[in-house]
């Protein structure tokens, strides 16, 4: 994660300054919010080979693509 910047102490802005603070502030959490949504949104891969591990491998599909080893 990256790191944030600490809140600047009150002593040290001047005077008429709070807003532009508090605006950057705002700005900084607008800009982490829209490249947090940009890395949510990008593509992980093709999982069609995985897809096709669970299919073969899981019991909820035993006899549909293999066959059954115990027929009644």
Same mark, same amino acid.
Not at 62 to 71: H, S, Y
């Given at each position: 994660?990256?790191?944030?910047?600490?809140?600047?102490? %009150?002593?040290?802005?001047? &005077?008429?300054?709070?807003? @532009?603070? @508090?605006?950057? @502030?705002?700005?900084? %959490?607008?800009?982490?919010? @829209? %490249?947090?949504?940009?890395?949510?949104?990008?593509?992980?891969? !093709?999982? !069609?080979?995985?897809?096709? *591990? #669970? %299919?073969? &491998?899981?019991?909820?599909? $035993?006899?549909?693509?293999?066959?059954? #080893? $115990? *027929?009644?």
């Amino acid at each position: 994660m990256r790191k944030t910047k600490s809140k600047p102490v %009150e002593s040290h802005i001047f &005077d008429g300054m709070a807003s @532009a603070v @508090a605006y950057q @502030a705002e700005a900084a %959490e607008e800009y982490q919010g @829209a %490249e947090l949504t940009a890395r949510l949104r990008e593509p992980l891969g !093709n999982i !069609n080979h995985r897809a096709g *591990e #669970l %299919e073969r &491998d899981s019991p909820l599909f $035993f006899g549909k693509v293999q066959p059954v #080893l $115990f *027929e009644r």
